[in-house]
Each structure stands twice: as C-alpha cells, then as structure tokens.
C-alpha cells in the first residue's frame, strides 16, 4: 500500500492552482470538469502517482468556503532550507503564520503557512537528497 493523494475542498480552483503552483512550487498535474454532476478537480504534486503523493483540489460549483474543521491538522512538504522557502513564499504573496525556526523540544527546524482556504501547511528543513525535499 501507499499514499496516492490528500482531497481538500477549495471555494476558488484557479485561486488554489496558483498558490500551490507558484507560491510552493507544485506542478499543474491534471484537471478534470464534471459539469453534469458540478464539481471541477485539480491534481498538483512535485511528481506524478506512483513515484509521489499529489493533492487532489476539489471544486463544488456555487461553494466559495468552508467551515474548518477541528480535526484537520496540516499537510507536509520536506524542504531543503526551510527559512529560504519562508522568504520565497512571503515574496510570491504566500501567508506564513509560523516562521522558520527548531520546534519546540527540539532541534528540527519547521515553519507553517496557510493557502487560501485556511489549510495548513507544515514546512520540515530536511536535507537535500532527503525523502520529501520538495518546495525549493
């Protein structure tokens, strides 16, 4: 078994295609129209299933937000340099509502964002070559 893909429902599909493409540096994998049944989806990822997990972005035509729930807790990219992909995120527009820096009792260095759906995103400094080094 493995993780092929997180579903988050989003109010605005091209809103949350560009952050995830240009603010983390997520790659337009594939897109599907439903019309008949009024849902739209968008793939991105930093590889394609089977060698990489992909979110799945999911449109409900006429829903423009959704309530958080309190179950959720975040997605998480392995970055390189998690303090230069703070920097870039803020640069591209991107909210960073935690900055880069060890977590507590500890010495791993995390930071957190938000899309623009209010999900969270967890950022974890890992080295290159590392599993799951993705934003740059």
């Known amino acids: ?65 959704y309530d958080m729930g309190n179950a959720y807790g975040h997605i998480a990219l392995g970055v390189p340099d998690a303090y230069a992909a703070c920097e870039k995120i803020k640069a591209s527009g991107g909210n960073v509502t935690r900055e880069a820096g060890p977590v507590k009792g500890g010495s791993t260095v995390i930071a957190f964002v938000t899309d623009p759906d209010g999900y969270k995103i967890e950022l974890i400094q890992r080295a290159e070559g590392a599993g799951g080094a993705g934003l740059r």
């Not at 092929?4 to 129209?33: A, C, P, W």
């Open 1 to 65: 078994m493995r993780l092929l893909h997180t579903m988050l429902r989003v109010g605005n599909l091209q809103r949350s295609i560009d952050f995830y493409t240009q603010v983390l540096g997520m790659k337009l994998l594939r897109t599907s129209e439903n019309p008949e049944y009024k849902y739209s989806l968008a793939f991105v990822g930093y590889g394609n299933n089977p060698e990489h997990a992909e979110i799945e972005l999911t449109y409900n035509h006429g829903v423009d937000h």
